[in-house]
């Protein structure tokens, strides 16, 4: 995380330092991206980022904090809602509102997908932490299905997990073009989700 020195900085710099680092961790995974090439893009010498951060990793997570903070902000209208949908119908305000964050914030999406994408051992433990949280997550609104009798009692949650989150990234990353029309893609979204349900849904 940022030394006190960082936080000393004007916002302005603060901002101009995140928003460079943004661009360079959105445009490479972790293990390509270049601290010298953020230090010469922001401006600023290389011995004075290492005066605001350990080293390349810890500017990364502080990125990562911050994009993933932005997100979960932008997904709360979903998670307020959790205890008034069920399962399924949370999973598609989940999926459908993901996408609109990724059309508006190119940038931030493109940051997660590479954290989640990136095999260097230096984040490894911090993608599977995120990893392990997230499952956590979704297996506990499985488990809310499957106590009020939505889907089976014996579903095997880790592997829904897999199959949710392989799908949810395929209907995000392969339509994010500008001539992707909204009502459309929504409508293909709650289609996809549908055919899952059918699968999981307790008849």
């Known amino acids: 995380m940022p030394k006190s020195t960082f936080f000393n900085l004007p916002e302005d710099k603060r901002k101009h330092i995140f928003e460079t680092a943004l661009k360079e961790f959105s445009r490479h995974p972790y293990e390509q991206a270049s601290l010298t090439e953020i230090v010469n893009n922001a401006g ?8 605001y951060f350990e080293d390349k990793k810890d500017l990364y997570k502080y990125v990562v904090q911050l994009v993933y903070q932005h997100k979960r902000e932008f ?3 979903v998670w307020a809602q959790k ?7 949370l999973v598609s305000l989940y999926y459908r509102r993901s996408w609109h964050y990724a059309r508006q914030y190119p940038q931030y999406h493109q940051v997660t997908a590479n954290f989640w ?16 949280i997230r499952i956590l ?7 809310q299905a499957s106590e009020s009798g939505v889907i089976a009692a014996d579903t095997d949650k880790e592997a829904a997990w897999f199959v949710y989150h392989a799908v949810g990234r395929a ?6 073009a500008p001539n992707v029309s909204a009502d459309s893609h929504e409508t293909f979204i709650n289609s996809v989700l549908a ?5 999981l849904r307790k008849g």
């Open 44 to 51: 600023i010498a290389k011995g004075s980022m290492y005066q």
């Open 75 to 77: 997904l709360h209208p």
């Open 83 to 89: 205890d008034n949908q069920d399962f399924f119908a």
């Open 117 to 132: 994408d990136s095999r260097d051992i230096a984040v490894r433990e911090e993608i599977l932490r995120e990893k392990q």
């Open 137 to 143: 997550e979704f297996t506990d609104l499985l488990e």
């Open 171 to 176: 209907l995000i990353d392969n339509f994010l």
């Open 195 to 199: 055919t899952l349900e059918r699968g």
